[in-house]
């Protein structure tokens, strides 16, 4: 039993008006601060409370602050900082050196600055038409120059689309006057590469001959790129050629592959759906360089080109016989008549002396010589041919196509299987759309599939952000935790020490105050003499205080009372159930 329950009158000794019994009360826990350092204590913690408070209601009306510059150099950084405060825009300066500033304020705090000329950025070309001071020497202005030149490269690099950052570094050799000892310039470029980005083989010949012509007497062999990763991007000098020859090889492949892939699916998009398609183009690539040279003739094709013909007869005579002299310078001998019948000889005839026996000599034959010469135009064929490297020798394509889907009147979806006719007139969409030749042994599949685990483009929902993240809600979030917190503070600190400081009694909460009002209700109920409803032995014991009834007693009593007086013990027994409830 609780020590409130002890503390009440019995329902016996109500009715019978018999005097209350009662518990002592505890005495009160010595307390462990002085009663002197009291008050100090008290205005101690009311201060702090009321510091605390103070600093939650600033915490809930500090703006929200966005970004407005980052990366900044500390040049920018004070300038950037000199012209906010000008303006009376507050500003936060961070250790990466980024500024931030009230989200409400970036846009304007931009145009203010933008009409100023700012951010400048550190180095470049402006550094030069600033006054560099009295007594710079040579030295220091080379320096500069240099330093200029190479923040001016640095800003032309990042600004290709896959580079977030850049810097270069100059290896200018001071210039000798005798020619055999000058050295040939050099740079390096290093690159901050933007997250899932890389540079192509042209991006990095083009960052190479940028640099390479910016410098005087600068060869591109002397230019080396290199990336975050530690990734060597451009060919040093002297360096064998293949490793970069066979990426470009690859390269070129990869590119043929794409765009074949993307033919297809772009041709049978329209008809199954922009999701529900899939290719897969595999090209065997020549990379090898290819010079031939032929020449061909066509021999039964002979065209008579030119002709020369010479013919040449020549005819033997006597001529001069004998002995040169006497003889020889007579006149020729008259001729003699021939008898009937007889034929003269050749030498007869001619003059010819007659042989010892009379008869005239044989004369020699006649000489007769011909000569043809006939050129022919035979057809000859000379080629030249040179084959550049990619040629493509074989297409392998493999094309996946998902099921046909459509939504019933009931919202439900259906999927429907291509027929053959279907899949064959798309094989032949594909072959049409990649150049198909079968004597190169190019090959085209086309599989109808299910897929598994897609979700369709219009189901998709782009992402919202959050309430919570929206920087609205995170102001009202701050100021209604900041209000909390001190309403908190308040009722839960300051006004406890406010009425301990000031000696105010703790008020009694509800139920101690229905308590006792309760037992004021009960304590008004007239006691009814015991002798008057319980006979003389009840009386007997109510004379003596110190006897207390039994509990027959108590119930004969109550009995008593209830057939005495009903409505005052309703009354009673509602203030029971009350005081249950």
Request: net charge negative; no cysteine.
């Amino acid at each position: 039993m609780s020590a409130e329950a002890a503390a009440l009158p019995s329902p016996a000794q109500q009715m019978a008006g018999l005097p209350e019994t009662s518990t002592p009360a505890q005495p009160p826990r010595p307390s462990l601060i002085p009663p002197a350092f009291k008050p100090l204590v008290l205005l101690i913690g009311i201060a702090a409370a009321v510091a605390a408070g103070v600093g939650i209601v600033l915490w809930s009306k500090e703006p929200t602050y966005s970004l407005l510059y980052g990366n900044l150099g500390q040049q920018d950084a004070a300038q950037i900082a000199q012209a906010l405060d000008t303006n009376g825009i507050p500003y936060k300066l961070e250790g990466t050196g980024a500024i931030t500033v009230p989200a409400d304020r970036v846009h304007d705090a931009r145009l203010k600055l933008a009409g100023q000329g700012l951010p400048e950025g550190d180095g470049g070309f402006s550094v030069m038409s600033k006054d560099p001071g009295f007594g710079v020497s040579q030295f220091m202005e080379g320096a500069r120059y240099q330093h200029a030149l190479e923040t001016e490269l640095a800003r032309t690099i990042t600004n290709l689309q896959a580079v977030e950052g850049a810097r270069v570094h100059l290896a200018l050799p001071r210039q000798s006057a005798f020619v055999r000892d000058r050295r040939k310039p050099s740079a390096s470029v290093f690159l901050q590469m933007k997250p899932g980005r890389r540079l192509e083989s042209e991006q990095v010949t083009a960052i190479v001959n940028l640099v390479a012509s910016s410098i005087p007497e600068l060869e591109s062999q002397q230019v080396t790129v290199v990336d975050q990763q530690g990734r060597l991007l451009s060919s040093p000098e002297g360096m064998n050629t293949e490793v970069a020859e066979r990426e470009k090889q690859m390269e070129i492949a990869r590119e043929l592959e794409d765009r074949y892939t993307q033919r297809v699916q772009q041709l049978l998009a329209p008809l199954v759906g922009t999701d529900r398609v899939r290719a897969q183009v595999v090209a065997d690539v020549e990379m090898s360089t290819t010079e031939e040279a032929r020449e061909q003739y066509r021999p039964d094709s002979q065209i008579v080109r030119s002709e020369q013909l010479a013919e040449e007869t020549s005819r033997n005579g006597s001529g001069p016989q004998g002995v040169p002299g006497a003889l020889t310078n007579q006149p020729p001998q008259p001729g003699t008549a021939l008898p009937p019948g007889a034929n003269a000889t050749p030498a007869a005839a001619n003059g010819a002396p007659a042989n010892a026996n009379g008869a005239a000599g044989v004369a020699p034959p006649d000489n007769t010589s011909k000569q043809q010469t006939r050129n022919y135009e035979i057809d000859r064929t000379v080629a030249y041919t040179k084959l550049p490297a990619g040629r493509l020798k074989r297409l392998t394509v493999a094309v996946l196509v998902d099921n046909l889907r459509s939504t019933t009147e009931d919202g439900k979806v259906t999927e429907t299987a291509l027929t053959p006719e279907q899949i064959e007139n798309m094989t032949k969409l594909v072959k049409d759309a990649i150049g198909f030749n079968e004597q190169r042994g190019d090959s085209v599949s086309v599989v109808n599939q299910s897929f598994r685990g897609e979700t369709k483009p219009e189901d998709i929902v782009p992402d919202e952000i959050p309430l919570w993240e929206q920087p609205l809600m995170r102001d009202v979030a701050k100021l209604l935790v900041g209000l909390i917190a001190l309403l908190v503070l308040v009722f839960s600190v300051l006004r406890p020490m406010l009425r301990s400081l000031l000696g105010v009694p703790p008020k009694a909460d509800k139920k101690s105050k229905d308590k006792d009002g309760k037992q004021a209700q009960i304590q008004q109920v007239t006691p009814v003499p015991m002798a008057a409803v319980a006979g003389p032995a009840v009386a007997a014991a109510a004379d003596g205080a110190a006897a207390p009834l039994d509990y027959d007693g108590q119930i004969a009593a109550a009995r008593a009372l209830v057939t005495q007086d009903p409505a005052r013990v309703a009354q009673l027994v509602k203030t029971w159930v009350g005081d249950d409830e």
